[in-house]
């Protein structure tokens, strides 16, 4: 057994309904753009874009009804409610056809944005992982499996903040669906056991400020309930 000069971190999980076993995250990807009504409110025409894919790190992971702390850095926070999905094998170069084959399960995140320093690094052409990969910045509800629940392709996605519906849409709405986001991301990489896919947000993305509390929802998925220090 290896020897560490320093103690190894722990590998970060997800609770999943009905089991006392956790789910073991090895990488989080998300995709940018994924609704037409998104892509068109911040400034882009959905129709000509293929998909892109960011990452967030496996240790930004917040549990449903936990306290995430509001992050430095940034006077302008921003909530995207998404369907994540976990997988349970991977591989290259997956077909569409198969890539629900590769799936465990499903559960309910926000992908957190500093839209200010995103629009900073925009504009100088570099990378996004200071505006999305930050502390507490992927909450993510409990995985429930898809041997329970199927493999959702339409359903109500929405938001509130502080009991006000901020985000709705429906996950037909999605310019690339599942398989085919998948089966795109194992084109540029090696999908794992663990992986995580945030998979875009609706319309109505906006500001978080400190003391809110957002609760928001897949129909059919699950629920995520999150407070902000």
């Not at 194992?186 to 947000?201: C, V, Y």
């Amino acid at each position: 057994m290896a020897e560490y000069v320093i103690s190894p971190p722990s590998i970060p999980t997800l609770p999943v309904i009905g089991e006392s076993a956790v789910f073991p995250v090895h990488r989080i990807y998300c995709v940018g753009r994924n609704y037409a009504d998104h892509a068109i409110e911040m400034g882009h025409d959905p129709s000509k874009e293929p998909p892109f894919f960011f990452q967030k790190n496996p240790d930004t992971l917040v549990r449903d009804g936990a306290t995430a702390a509001y992050p430095k850095g940034t006077n302008d926070l921003h909530h995207e409610i998404e369907l994540v999905v976990a997988l349970k094998s991977g591989g290259s170069d997956i077909a569409a056809r198969d890539a629900l084959d590769h799936v465990y399960g499903y559960a309910v995140g926000l992908d957190l944005t500093r839209r200010d320093l995103q629009a900073e690094l925009k504009k100088m052409g570099r990378s996004w992982e200071p505006a999305k990969a930050f502390e507490d910045a992927a909450p993510c509800s409990a995985l429930v499996p898809a041997s329970r629940i199927g493999h959702p392709a339409a359903g109500r996605i929405f938001l509130n903040v502080n009991g006000a519906l901020k985000q709705q849409g429906d996950l037909n709405q999605m310019i690339w669906k599942v398989p085919e986001v998948i089966a795109t991301l194992s084109t540029l990489f090696t999908l794992a056991p663990g992986d995580l896919i945030f998979t875009g947000t609706p319309a109505g993305v906006g500001h978080i400020a400190r003391g809110d509390r957002l609760e928001g929802g897949v129909d059919g998925v699950g629920t995520l309930d999150i407070r902000f220090a």
